[in-house]
């Protein structure tokens, strides 16, 4: 599951007359967003953006807390609730607790809540009935025992409670995107943009049939569908998000200039991995500050003893570009190996990594 | 007795030019693009049917899969890709796919059978990637249900651990040769296309996968 910054702002929760509450969602969004593309409004007040990539950039998940809370400050002028968790629906517990659950513990977390976070109050009072009063407690009930006694409502809030789903249904608004498109007057590109949600055919709803079915047995983020978006290169153009979340703002979508042009990889890795090239006397290349390298990669070697000689190469082609901010330096080089792979790397900084397999 | 042609009506060109030929089997199948129209009888994936995509790693397998999707994408049918765990999909863009219509289960962790399978009545094409091996009941299995919805299953798989059982239509890419001129502009694959059944147009045939626009085309 995902790492995830929730933000809780309570004065954005319920909806003003005068639409004040939408407007103001919109602006914190894309606010939010140039300190992270990815960032969401899930429904009125709860906002979440992924930590991962912020941190690395912003130096540390301090930093970054520090960062969106002045973010809020500055757009909204209230105090937002923040808290850090895996998955959606720890995350939103966390903010409301404001706590920062640690790596690896969103478990323990999720276990120990009261069994009314699920939000159902019949449950919670059957449960209690019978001894159960934490998610932990109501998890460790077999699944064939939990279908025997209740409905079938009750299957997925006992997955949620097992950590098998990362979010409880209904805890997103999905016309909230919508909403907030038409405000931004982008209401056509969406309809495109989105598929699931324009035009519908038969087809349609028997691939939706289908993905609840994988849904179901595998969790919410096993299913993705594809988004495109600007970037330069194709690890940051093409995103996966869930099948059934809102889609991400389509305003970047014109080709930027400078962009890496096709063929692009059909493998872009969503986490880039570590790699050294090296030239022909064994030495480390590096791209300097003004996007040279300091000598002609001859191999390339990955993080095991794995190395592998390159027979051409092209770039850097450097990029200063605005992404986490607007001085991020980058450069693509394209490889092609002696066993005949062809793969993009990109530098940054003193350190490469491999972001594209064109397999 | 009737060894001769019939005189053919003469028909005005108006309707002429209206006219298509008969195909009931176009239905039973699923159009393909460029390179693969001209290799596979039929011009199109038989519903039904399973073909076995196979390729050293990273020498172009993945994408000669995703483009056998193009074509019936475009024109409307839905596609599910399981087991491609980071789906390049700008390539997937390049190579005419719509993405629209393409679900995917990057990580189906144990279960690439069983989502495959759960997404079998959803889709019309199924793009699997098994993990190393598959095994032969699952295989099987999986091929059955195929056939029995009509469904497209494409499986790419590696000679290190081929899929178990004979496809009804089988690429295998037995090289892969880089063009680049300040970048890489195309790749030439050539590709060994067998079948049973129909005549299949075998032998090796050199395709481009991509190409400098990131398509699929013939040579």
Not at chain 1, 19 to 48: N, Y
Not at chain 1, 291 to 319: K, N, Q
């Amino acid at each position: 599951m995902e790492r995830l910054l929730a933000l809780w702002i309570e004065s954005l929760a319920t909806e003003q007359p005068d639409g004040s509450t939408t407007r103001d969602t919109l602006a914190l969004l894309d606010a939010l967003s140039e300190l992270c593309p990815f960032s969401e409004a899930v429904r009125l007040g709860l906002f979440v953006l992924p930590v991962r990539g912020p941190s690395r950039f912003f130096g540390g998940l301090d930093a970054v807390v520090r960062v969106v809370r002045q973010c809020v400050l500055d757009v909204v002028g209230a105090e937002p609730s923040l808290g850090v968790a895996e998955g959606l629906f720890c995350a939103e517990l966390a903010a409301h607790e404001k706590v920062v659950v640690p790596l690896g513990a969103s478990d323990a977390f999720r276990r120990s809540q009261p069994l009314s976070v699920l939000g159902r109050k019949d449950l919670a009072t059957t449960c209690s009935r019978l001894g159960l009063h934490t998610l932990g407690a109501f998890a460790d009930l077999e699944t064939a025992r939990v279908a025997e006694r209740f409905n079938k409502h009750a299957l997925t809030l006992h997955a949620v409670a097992r950590g098998e789903l990362s979010e409880l249904e209904g805890q997103r608004d999905l016309r909230l995107a919508r909403r907030l498109a038409q405000l931004r007057g982008e209401e056509d590109l969406f309809e495109e943009q989105g598929g699931f949600f324009g035009q519908r055919g038969d087809g349609d709803d028997r691939a939706d049939a289908a993905a609840h079915r994988v849904r179901r047995r595998l969790g919410a983020d096993a299913i993705v569908v594809a988004n495109l978006r600007g970037g330069r290169g194709p690890e940051d153009r093409a995103t996966l998000v869930p099948w059934g979340s809102p889609p991400v703002s389509v305003r970047d979508l014109a080709p930027w200039p400078g962009q890496l042009g096709a063929p692009s990889p059909a493998t872009t890795l969503v986490h880039p991995v570590p790699l050294q090239l090296r030239d022909g006397a064994n030495r480390p290349v590096v791209m300097s500050a003004r996007g040279s390298l300091s000598a002609e990669p001859t191999a390339v070697i990955f993080s095991s003893p794995l190395r592998r000689e390159i027979i051409w190469y092209a770039g850097p082609w450097p990029l200063v570009e605005r992404w986490w901010s607007r001085h991020r330096r980058r450069a693509h080089v394209q490889m092609v190996l002696a066993s005949g792979e062809a793969l993009l790397v990109v530098a940054e900084s003193s350190r490469w990594w491999l972001v594209g397999i064109y397999d | 007795m009737f060894a001769f042609s019939p005189p053919r009506p003469s028909l005005s060109p108006e309707l002429l030019a209206t006219l298509r030929p008969v195909s009931l089997a176009k239905s039973r199948t699923l159009p393909l693009g460029e390179p693969w129209r001209a290799l596979v009888p039929g011009a199109g994936l038989r519903r039904g049917s399973t073909v076995v995509v196979e390729a050293p790693v990273g020498l172009g397998g993945l994408s000669l899969a995703l483009s056998l999707l193009s074509e019936a994408s475009t024109q409307g049918h839905w596609a599910a890709v399981v087991g491609v765990d980071d789906p390049g999909v700008l390539a997937m863009a390049e190579l005419g796919v719509d993405l629209r219509r393409v679900l995917f289960v990057p990580r189906p962790r144990g279960a690439w059978a069983e989502s495959a399978a759960d997404l079998l009545d959803g889709v019309d094409l199924l793009l699997v990637r098994p993990p190393s091996r598959a095994a032969h009941g699952a295989a099987r299995r999986l091929m059955d249900r195929v056939r029995e919805r009509g469904t497209v299953l494409v499986v790419l798989s590696e000679p290190r651990g081929p899929w178990p059982l004979p496809a009804d239509l089988f690429f295998s890419v037995t090289q892969a040769e880089w063009v680049a001129s300040s970048r890489l502009d195309a790749r030439y694959l050539t590709v060994r296309v067998s079948g049973r059944g129909e005549a299949v147009h075998g032998g090796e045939h050199v395709v481009v996968v991509p190409n400098r626009h990131g398509r699929a085309e013939a040579r």
